[in-house]
């Protein structure tokens, strides 16, 4: 399972304490399936504000420590907690941390985790990170993200609306210097099954084309946006022919796509 024993029991466990405001995001809201690809370090709780950050952490310790977890703080400043929490002979490391509010989609109310990241803003924040730093993680979670929820073009097209100091053409710039991908770093990574870092490297070079070709045929009136295909019901990367799509745009908790009538 992508999630460790230890790992899928504390989550379950905190679900309790979880809110629209409150929600698993990171590596293990990507790979919490059982057929995911990669086992995730740790479990991330995002928050829309600083304070909430601090309250969530205070009920979340409670409930650990009711469990018989050991809860040891490593890092704690405004905005962000860290702590290895262990049981028995097991352990994990938890984070809480403050994100913008700023969303494509609302949460997503999880039977087993409580509320969680929707797949397209797990997929927008996953490469806003990978720009921002080179670790090979990252990588191999936006190939994953890339073929299961929007290709990467789509994805960079829309992650300009959230941060707009990048353009997809920037954003592109910048995932072209990562993708570092040697044997022996993807070894040191805990995989379901192994990856091979010659098609990891040419998965990623396939994207980068494919996704430059997207940003450049796109209206720059729609910058910042995803593309809902109601007929699908789904987002979509269109084609420059396609006019069965909405422009979405985000906001402050996410918005549904909108359904207009024809």
């Not at 702590?83 to 109310?109: C, G, N, Y």
């Not at 670790?135 to 929820?149: A, F, N, P, S």
């Not at 044997?183 to 010659?198: G, V």
Request: aromatic letters at 8%; proline letters at 7%; glycine letters at 6%.
């Amino acid at each position: 399972m992508p999630l460790t024993a230890l790992q899928k029991s504390l989550a379950q466990l905190l679900a309790a304490n979880r809110s629209p405001d409150s929600y698993l995001a990171g590596g293990a809201a990507i790979h919490f399936e059982p057929q995911s690809a990669r086992y995730s370090n740790d479990l991330d709780y995002f928050h829309d504000s600083v304070e909430r950050v601090a309250q969530a952490f205070a009920s979340d310790r409670e409930l650990l420590v009711q469990a018989g977890c050991v809860v040891s703080v490593e890092m704690s400043q405004p905005g962000y907690l860290r702590a290895l929490v262990s049981r028995a002979h097991d352990a994990t490391k938890i984070e809480w941390a403050h994100d913008s509010a700023w969303r494509f989609m609302p949460t997503v109310l999880d039977a087993e985790l409580g509320y969680r990241l929707h797949p397209i803003d797990l997929a927008v924040n996953k490469v806003l990170t990978l720009a921002g730093r080179d670790e090979l993680r990252d990588l191999v979670d936006t190939v994953i993200l890339c073929r299961e929820v929007l290709p990467l073009g789509a994805l960079c097209w829309a992650a300009a609306g959230k941060d707009p100091g990048f353009t997809p053409t920037s954003l592109l710039e910048m995932l072209r210097r990562r993708g570092k991908v040697r044997s022996e770093d993807l070894a040191r990574l805990h995989f379901a099954a192994p990856w091979e870092a010659t098609a990891l490297k040419t998965a990623w070079l396939a994207l980068l084309d494919a996704g430059q070709h997207f940003v450049t045929t796109r209206p720059p009136e729609e910058l910042g946006c995803l593309y809902y295909a109601p007929a699908l019901g789904k987002f979509v990367e269109p084609s420059p022919r396609d006019t069965q799509v909405i422009p979405h745009h985000g906001r402050p908790g996410g918005v549904l796509p909108a359904i207009l009538d024809v």
